[in-house]
């Protein structure tokens, strides 16, 4: 099975500040990875797939990046509602697999 | 407007089963397979299984074949999981999830097992 390894767990920032999200894979699975948000007690909600698209009607201070195994998600400005849980998931080998998680708070 | 609309939450008795369903609606429920996951707080994400409703096809993560069943009804448009022999282990949440790879999720359900 491919490991997803996700950084941080938790992470504080301040409305404004850029906030990087890191994925490492345990072996290659070219762009084959998405990101998600998710809120408390809702859906999660698809921000980017194949590691560099956003998804249609995603604001666009959300990124994608990789660079052979590691995968960034980047917030370029933070707003009040991107405070949420991010996640990964590996969709190139099954079983899919997904990042521990991170969750976002305000500092 | 593509929405996964999953059933509510269930409590089942250790030794028992619980089914939970996910009705699709504004995507051809057949053209796409619909994934299963499981979200708790000491294993995070785990993908559970996916089933191709159009064939009745299925696939299952080595963790869950003795534990997940899915099956799905193309004239309700909906897809179901039933879980078994329930052990403390299961209370979890309970996530569909459809479209190209993920892309629309269903809300969850709430899995408690508790005597």
């Known amino acids: 099975d491919i490991q997803v390894t996700q950084s941080p767990s938790s992470l504080l920032a301040s409305l404004g500040e850029r906030v990087t999200i890191t994925c490492q894979t345990s072996q290659s699975i070219s762009n084959n990875l998405n990101w998600y948000q998710q809120k408390p007690g809702q859906a999660p909600m698809l921000l980017i797939y194949y590691a560099t698209s956003l998804q249609t009607g995603m604001p666009s201070r959300f990124s994608g990046q990789y660079s052979g195994r590691s995968f960034t998600l980047t917030i370029t400005s933070l707003e009040p509602e991107d405070i949420a849980n991010y996640f990964c998931l590996q969709h190139y080998s099954a079983p899919w697999t997904f990042g521990g998680g991170t969750k976002l708070e305000l500092k | 407007e593509v929405q996964l609309q999953q059933s509510g939450p269930e409590v089942g008795r250790p030794g028992s089963s619980v089914k939970i369903s996910c009705k699709a609606s504004?995507?051809?429920?057949?053209?796409?397979?619909m994934n299963w996951v499981k979200q708790s707080p000491g294993q995070g994400l785990e993908w559970i299984g996916w089933?191709?409703?159009?064939?009745?096809?299925?696939d299952y993560a080595e963790k869950f074949k003795k534990k997940a069943t899915l099956t799905a009804d193309t004239s309700s448009n909906t897809a179901y999981i039933q879980l078994s022999s329930l052990t403390s282990e299961d209370t979890a949440t309970y996530f569909c999830?459809?479209?190209?790879?993920?892309?629309?999720w269903g809300q969850g359900v709430m899995v408690t097992v508790s005597s």
């Open positions: 504004g995507y051809t429920f057949t053209d796409y397979v």
């Open positions: 089933i191709d409703p159009e064939y009745g096809s299925t």
């Open positions: 999830a459809s479209g190209g790879y993920f892309d629309y």
